[in-house]
């Protein structure tokens, strides 16, 4: 309970940092990204490093790449909104996974990371979608306003994942949420391979609770990708 308590006070002020910064203006969010990205090269990676030098190899693509494309993303005003997704559901996915695994944990994910469960990537998933579902309604995506009083009921619920009568949305729901599980399972146990060269069971002690910055950070620079490459289609969905 204490340990839930500390990473959720961490959490708050993170978060906390990271809103008034991407509301403050791009500027500020991309240097806080630029600052974020120093710390990890020059605090948590060379400690990851110190045992295999040919890690530093990986620096172009994890992390210097995946920063780079968030501020490539905070800095064109057509898809700067989808960075709010990117953490909503990177965030979500890894508060799902840690709360299932944490009670219900039984079977390993990976010796990679001994703590990590199905169970838990089961509740991240479980999670993350409920989380899509209440984004897609917010948006009128899946609108009740598209009922009709004089249709059958089963006419009514196709209605809610319909959009331009063509496009399932329900089903769109599904793919963004397997693919989002998938890059955010991928980036922890990349990042705890990574830690596992080192013999470290954190990158740093900078968030109290949850680790060091790419601890917090591994799934978002997973997906970034993603999201980046994918901008115009997520934004058609999403804003």
Known sequence: MINFLTRLRTALIYGALLVSSFYLGPIYFSGLVVIGLSYILI????????????????????????????ILLNQD??????????FIFTSIFDTGAYLVGRKFGKYKLSPLSPQKTWEGVFGGVLLTLLTLVYCFIRSSALSFNNFNNSSSTI????????????????????????????????????ESWLKRQAGLKDSSNLLPGHGGLL???????FCVYFFYIFRTQLAKLLL
């Open 43 to 70: 605090c948590e990676f060379s400690k990851i490093t110190k045992n295999n030098s040919l890690l530093w190899l990986l620096v172009p693509i994890y992390p210097v790449l995946p920063a780079i494309l968030i």
């Open 77 to 86: 005003l057509n898809y700067r909104n989808l960075l709010i997704y990117l």
């Open 155 to 190: 006419e009514n619920l196709a209605n809610l994942f319909i959009v331009n009568s063509t496009v399932t949305n329900f089903g769109w729901l599904l793919i963004l949420t397997i693919i989002i599980s998938f890059l955010c399972v991928t980036g922890d146990l990349f």
């Open 215 to 221: 601890d917090r950070l591994d799934t978002v620079f």
